[in-house]
């Protein structure tokens, strides 16, 4: 695989490119395409700004912006590196969304250049999509934009994961015949997925949610490794219980992990799991445990965040639909009760009828995923 990707990537040097939607340029319409025609245009945009929507591509265009500190589970490997993953996600964009999305890989890392930057280049866009940039500095990044700028700031690894993880978890739960409202729920990683997934199932109901950070469990008055936001999540999760993963796993109905840690979950650790187990190791490229294993370690339902497996919890099921959504209903800020309909009505996609063990989750290019996200937002 790894050097069938390579080979892959080496004949197409490059996932993408601009296009032209003038089919043939003329001497007539090459002078309404730049000069002296346009010139009315830039003139009318001027006079007007909210005209700057129907006269240019801005509606349809999203700036996929990363620093390269935290790439799928490979972490800072830099912006040169991080440009294969970004052009990835422009190709599922255009593929699944019809959006034109621009990979821009930033050569700084720091806090303030990369917001001033986005904030720079944010006329051409109508809406940014921050990717794969290290925790807690992105959530800083992504809530000074949603505050500055007045195109929606859709943050991946939060929002994105967060909904395919719900849509999932609804879909289980009916499998194994469990309420969300009566469940105990452990969250292992608590960047940016963690954060999202945490808050977003908080909002959807489940009320025992155990998150742990490479320091252990999280709670409220904890002194070491804390930030706002490991403090956020202490107000709403786990009242009394201390310790690491082998200690926390005991009882629990739920395993998500987004830990970026492979081989962290273990057998004995599943076998003290409640019965009809569900556990999520969605960090890529190598999960939490291997399905197979975790699935002869007794878990009814195992998910990755792989497509090399069966039920892909990953968040390419949801950027190109959401992001559509958003741009044609001009949605200006995402909130909890926008990502719980869009996870709801993933989940639907797939009748009850035909749930099942390893059928929880609808495949990337289900044709009526878009209609029903978009539906699902209108209400």
Not at 154 to 161: K, P, Q, V
Not at 266 to 285: D, G, S
Not at 346 to 360: F, M, V
Request: proline residues 4%; aromatic residues 8%; hydrophobic residues 40%.
């Amino acid at each position: 695989m790894p050097k069938d990707a390579i080979s892959f990537h080496k004949k197409l040097q490059g996932k993408i490119f601009v296009g032209s939607k003038i089919k043939k340029i003329t001497k007539k319409n090459l002078q309404l395409i730049y000069t002296p025609g346009v010139a009315a245009v830039c003139k009318e945009i001027f006079n007007h700004p909210n005209m700057r929507y129907q006269l240019t591509s801005k509606e349809n265009n999203v700036a996929i912006i990363t620093d390269g500190t935290r790439i799928l589970g490979l972490g800072n490997i830099g912006p040169d590196a991080a440009l294969p993953v970004m052009e990835g996600k422009s190709v599922l964009y255009r593929e699944y969304g019809n959006i034109s999305a621009f990979p821009i890989c930033l050569n700084t890392t720091d806090r303030i250049r990369i917001v001033e930057t986005i904030k720079a280049i944010s006329p051409v866009f109508g809406a940014i999509n921050l990717e794969d940039i290290e925790s807690p500095k992105v959530l800083e990044i992504s809530y000074e934009l949603e505050e500055s700028l007045d195109i929606p700031i859709f943050h991946d690894d939060r929002h994105g994961t967060s909904v395919v993880v719900l849509a999932a978890l609804l879909n289980s739960l009916i499998v194994v015949n469990k309420k969300i409202s009566e469940i105990k729920i452990v969250i292992v990683g608590a960047g940016s997925a963690g954060y999202g997934i945490g808050k977003l199932l908080y909002f959807a109901g489940c009320k025992n949610i155990i998150v742990l950070d490479s320091k252990g469990t999280i709670y409220k008055g904890r002194k070491e490794s804390m930030n706002k936001y490991k403090n956020e999540i202490a107000e709403f999760t786990n009242k009394y219980e201390r310790g690491y993963l082998d200690n926390v796993i005991v009882g629990a109905d739920v395993f998500i992990g987004v830990s970026g840690i492979k081989n962290l979950l273990k057998t004995k650790m599943i076998k003290k799991m409640n019965q009809n187990a569900i556990v999520f190791a969605l960090t890529n490229p190598y999960p939490e445990i291997n399905p197979t294993i975790a699935k002869n370690a007794g878990a009814r339902i195992v998910a990755t965040g792989s497509f090399s497996y069966a039920n892909k919890v990953n968040n390419a099921l949801v950027f190109p639909y959401i992001m559509r959504a958003i741009l044609d209903l001009k949605i200006k800020k995402i909130t909890l009760d926008i990502l719980y309909a869009v996870a709801v009505a993933i989940a639907n996609t797939i009748p009850t009828s035909k749930l099942g063990e390893n059928n929880i989750i609808p495949e990337i290019g289900n044709k009526s995923l878009q209609k029903r996200i978009t539906l699902a937002l209108k209400k």
